[in-house]
């Protein structure tokens, strides 16, 4: 079944071609030109700028950009020796920032500073950060050492599969203990820290590749300083510490600016006026080839696609949005709920959400903490709480466009134990919007080695083949049946 065949089904044959897996790739070439894009550059408006014309161009109505107010955070400086010997490392990005610390202004501006000479302080290792951990320890006013553990492993979505698409059975069960960085033990430990009067941290990356280049999602409330380093860096001052040398510098200043998130928004006018939203975010920390250099061009893919068939052969109206703010707190997608999905009377109406996140190469630490990339797709999840029905299109779909390692996923289920939805969609989602979202967790993701590379190539036209024959479905089904 290709994306053609599947519109027969509900009507008249769609004129437009599939489309196509260079053009798809171009677009992520060029946005990844647009290195730290969004809010992780202070007033760049190069990506959006972009958007703005591939939505115009490809005819998009009541185009638009819709402003939040946000928050850029920038490091100038940062310095961490033990016993004089300069020990390499990253600043924790919104770390010695909860929002409204001495430094920070109604509008979100300020600088930080740990003071000309930084701060001089013993070092204590709390090794995993447990309660018990931090019981056996007395950390106020020093610098606290963790190992930050990464706590959502590939076996755990694989076993909470409600559909597994693997025809050529290639899980390895050796690489099923792999865990992304998105769920850690970070909060926990910290919060620990700072309640119990510790001065700065430095966090250990035990189950990353060698690199400590990785810049995470936004953290509220994070009050003290912190640093990460990687497991060989760690090993270095624990073997200085057990000789005695105990007494560490830590120095981090920067500056924390209010600066707008900018999503762009456009519409292809349906039948009806209800609405099927189509949706990733365009910001990224580093290059972003994979986040989301790629789901931005898959929405990009499905936009041009749609753009090309007549108004009346669309049973609903198309909504493409390309969100910002995802690594700055989330403050685009809430303005986005308040304005286009919980306001009273208005004249479009959400009935759907497809999100399209991370078209990726799988990615493992390899001997020596190399990071070894393959040349196949990394797992990947569909979160979805629609009808029996849809379900099974999106079963149908994956394997009639061959997206091996695909999981089918009940998000309701999942919610509640994960305490929101892994994806770019979760405000959407919480707002009462059923969902389909696609999303995979390489081990890079947050990483400066997301660059274009990374991103699998050969599944570029089928994901957005699939997602055309599950949109196309969507359309064609009553609004009040979609959802669970």
């Not at 044959?13 to 730290?36: C, K, M, N, V, Y």
């Not at 115009?56 to 020796?81: C, K, M, N, P």
């Not at 919980?342 to 990615?363: F, M, S, Y």
């Not at 079963?395 to 089918?408: K, P, S, Y």
Request: aromatic share 8%; proline share 6%; net charge negative.
């Amino acid at each position: 079944m290709d994306s053609n065949s599947a519109a027969t089904s509900h009507g008249a044959r769609h004129p437009a071609a599939e489309p196509d897996g260079e053009q798809i790739f171009s677009w992520i070439r060029d946005l990844t030109a647009f290195s730290g894009r969004g809010t992780q550059t202070l007033d760049d408006h190069r990506s959006v700028d972009y958007l703005l014309g591939k939505f115009t161009a490809f005819g998009l109505t009541d185009v638009q950009v819709q402003e939040a107010d946000s928050l850029h955070w920038y490091a100038s400086r940062s310095e961490l020796s033990l016993g004089g010997t300069p020990i390499p490392h990253s600043p924790v990005v919104f770390s010695f920032d909860s929002g409204n610390g001495p430094f920070a202004t109604d509008k979100g501006n300020g600088r930080f500073s740990t003071g000309p000479d930084g701060i001089t302080a013993d070092i204590i290792d709390v090794g995993e950060g447990r309660d018990c951990d931090f019981a056996a320890a007395d950390v106020e006013g020093r610098i606290v050492l963790f190992n930050l553990r990464f706590i959502l492993p590939r076996r755990a979505l694989l076993d909470a599969g409600k559909f597994v698409y693997d025809p050529n059975g290639t899980v390895d069960p050796s690489a099923l203990d792999t865990a992304n960085p998105y769920l850690s033990t970070f909060e926990d430990v910290v919060e620990r820290a700072i309640t119990q009067g510790a001065a700065g941290f430095v966090a250990v990356l035990v189950d990353y590749f060698e690199s400590h280049d990785i810049r995470t999602e936004y953290k509220p409330d994070v009050t003290i300083p912190g640093l990460w380093v990687t497991k060989t860096a760690g090993a270095r001052i624990r073997a200085l510490a057990a000789q005695g040398v105990t007494v560490a510098t830590l120095r981090l200043e920067g500056e924390r600016t209010a600066t707008p998130a900018r999503t762009v928004i456009g519409y292809l006018p349906g039948v009806s006026s209800d609405t099927i939203m189509i949706q990733s975010h365009h910001d990224s920390a580093w290059e972003g080839g994979v986040e989301d250099a790629s789901g931005t061009a898959e929405v990009l893919a499905l936009a041009h696609y749609y753009s090309r068939i007549p108004q009346e052969q669309r049973p609903k109206t198309l909504m493409f949005v390309l969100m910002d703010s995802h690594w700055t707190g989330y403050q685009a997608h809430k303005r986005f709920v308040d304005t286009f999905i919980t306001a009273p009377d208005l004249p479009r109406r959400i009935v759907a959400n497809v999100t399209l996140e991370h078209i990726a190469k799988q990615a493992e630490v390899g001997p020596g903490g190399v990071l070894q990339v393959f040349d196949r797709p990394e797992y990947r999840g569909i979160f979805e709480n629609v009808s029996p029905a849809l379900k099974t299109t999106i079963d149908e779909a994956v394997a009639a466009h061959g997206l091996e390692r695909t999981v089918r996923l009940d998000a309701d289920e999942l919610v509640p134990l994960m305490g929101e939805l892994p994806t770019d969609a979760d405000l959407v989602f919480e707002a009462g919007v059923p969902t389909i979202s696609l999303i995979s967790g390489p081990l890079y993701l947050y990483d400066r080695a997301d660059t274009l590379d990374k991103v699998h190539k050969p599944d570029l036209a089928p994901v957005a083949c699939a997602f055309i024959d599950i949109v196309n479905r969507l359309a064609a089904t009553p609004s009040d049946r979609i959802g669970n």
